[in-house]
């Protein structure tokens, strides 16, 4: 725990000097501005410090040796894989990645094939939050505090697919569609849940907020409390192996990331003319969050649901630092910055001191180093 402490603090400091809002030299030409073609100092600094960044997160989750819920699960499953003699509930794509590493490295030699994902899974995220985030170091803590990263130890796919979802956004703010629906579409083939996101990223980008359109909040929730089962039967298609399982197919109701929902929200409402009203970035993450709030209390009886709310709630690592930014009052930043650092460092506390329960098992930390 006092090492996951230790490295965050590490990262968080590095992430300190990393400047999102730095403009690259400008020439005009004709009237438009131009790109130079070398980096600045400043850009420089940047990769450099993100490449420490990196490296810390890469080799913690790539040395780790049964840290994560489904460690060892996933480690008689790519055997499973290999045979092809037993039924996978994993999409074609992730099958295809553990035949190619096997075919490499050989059939059970697993802990490479860990080590790639985890490669891929540290590089998207931290290049989503360096392109898309107005302040890279309160949105990096963000993440850290909220386990995304630590999380990443299990659920490898889906937590892989959820990086490359903040890599995809880049693209959505530049309505550069095509890209944004191929990197989705890509990474269906690890996770099929995420197909999800182009519907509601789509909306929460399209949708503005007034007086004609506020109806469509209370709508929303009683559909999705009155049309529980043609949902269920519709999510089933999809993940039939879902239904009736006594794990999986259960209520899901979550105080706390309701209560986090919840925070952001009045957060953002609070400053939303100065902060959120007419920047097309804070609008489509207030969205995402108010989503993630309707599901969370109307839909507890989604399987998985958290697997859903999770590309809606990583909105709340960019939102939080674009409203924060942005007041105008030095004070009363400086106060509501400090309240939402205590707070989040609250909950990482208690994140990490759960870790140890065999639902998370991110706690007590071995590496393949010293076994």
């Given at each position: ?14 992430a ?11 020439n ?26 990196f ?8 040395m ?18 290999h ?25 059970d030699?697993?802990?490479p ?21 107005d302040?890279?170091v ?5 993440f850290?505090?909220?386990?995304f990263y ?15 979802v ?7 703010f ?26 509601a ?7 503005k ?8 909040i209370?709508?929303a ?19 039939p ?12 109701f ?14 953002c409402?609070?400053f ?13 993450f207030?969205?995402?969050n ?16 958290s697997?859903?709310?999770y ?7 960019f ?8 007041i ?12 939402v ?22 706690l ?8």
């Open positions: 725990m006092v090492m996951y402490i230790f490295l965050t603090a590490v990262c968080a400091a590095l300190f000097f990393v400047n999102t809002s730095y403009r690259r030299e400008q005009i030409v004709a009237g438009k501005p131009v790109l130079t073609a070398l980096p600045t100092r400043q850009e420089t600094i940047n990769r450099c410090l993100l490449v420490g960044i490296l810390v997160l890469f080799f913690l989750s790539a780790r040796y049964g840290i994560g819920n489904d460690y060892w699960t996933y480690r008689y499953e790519f055997i499973d894989i045979r092809a003699d037993t039924k996978i509930s994993f999409e074609i794509g992730f099958q295809l990645f553990v035949r190619l590493m096997q075919a490499i490295v050989g059939v030699n697993y802990i094939i860990f080590a790639v994902i985890s490669f891929f899974t540290c590089l998207f995220f931290l290049k989503g939050l360096y392109d898309t985030s302040w890279f309160l949105s990096f803590f963000l850290m505090a909220n386990g630590f999380m990443s130890f299990s659920n490898v796919r889906y937590y892989f697919v959820l990086g490359l903040m890599y995809s956004m880049k693209y959505l530049k309505k550069d569609f095509v890209k944004f629906c191929l990197i989705i579409v890509f990474a269906a083939f690890f996770h099929l849940t995420v197909l999800l996101v182009i519907p990223y789509f909306v929460a980008y399209y949708l907020w007034s007086k004609k359109t506020v109806w469509m209370p709508v929730a009683a559909i999705l409390i009155f049309a529980k089962y043609p949902i269920r039967k519709l999510l089933f298609v999809f993940y192996y879902y239904e009736g399982d006594a794990i999986l197919d259960v209520t899901n979550s105080w706390v990331n309701i209560a986090k929902c919840a925070a952001v929200l009045i957060l409402l609070i939303y003319k100065s902060a959120v009203k007419g920047n097309a970035k804070a609008e489509f207030f969205n995402l108010l989503f993630a709030l309707i599901l969370y209390t109307c839909a507890t009886y989604v399987p998985e649901l697997r859903v709310c590309y809606l709630i990583i909105s709340q690592v939102i939080i630092p674009i409203v924060i930014k942005n105008a009052n030095k004070i009363v930043r400086r106060i509501f910055l400090a309240g650092i205590l707070s989040f460092f609250a909950y990482f506390l208690i994140f990490l001191k759960q870790g140890y329960d065999p639902v998370i098992q991110i007590p930390y071995f590496s393949w180093v010293f076994i």
